[in-house]
């Protein structure tokens, strides 16, 4: 199960911080590459970034370079994405996702993803 959290609205050039928290048994038993993706009205989901299960990798979509970084913490099984200089454009319903994988792969596309926990509003002002 994967619970996403850290959401809401926030004017243009704010931060959020976005957590993400695994728990059950595949979790614990299986290392996972995991990513955050966000879909905004009218459009399809998008991959935003991506951490291999150990953290030495790390990869993000290009709109959000620079100013997105994710990270995780295998002790407490969360991943989290701290957003700074939060564009409108970044309006959208953020997703968490997994998959067993243990290799440094971090960049992953929707169709991939295992698992997924139910999403999180951002809405950026202008």
């Known amino acids: 199960q994967l619970q996403a959290s850290g959401g809401g609205l926030v004017q243009a050039g704010g931060s959020l911080r976005l957590s993400c928290a695994a728990a059950?048994?595949?979790?614990?038993?299986?290392?996972?590459?995991m990513g955050w993706f966000r879909q905004a009205p009218g459009k399809e989901r998008e991959f935003v970034a991506a951490?291999?299960?150990?953290?030495?990798?790390?990869n993000y979509a290009d709109s959000v370079k620079a100013r997105f970084t994710i990270s995780r913490d295998n002790l407490e099984n969360t991943v989290s994405l701290q957003m700074n200089s939060l564009k409108p454009e970044d309006t959208a319903v953020y997703y968490c996702?997994?998959?067993?994988?243990?290799?440094?792969?971090?960049?992953?596309?929707?169709?991939?993803?295992?698992?997924w926990g139910k999403g999180t509003q951002v809405t950026v002002s202008s």
């Open positions: 059950g048994r595949t979790f614990s038993r299986y290392v996972m590459g």
């Open positions: 996702a997994a998959r067993r994988d243990g290799s440094n792969r971090a960049l992953f596309v929707p169709s991939e993803m295992e698992f």
């Open positions: 951490i291999n299960w150990s953290g030495i990798s790390s």
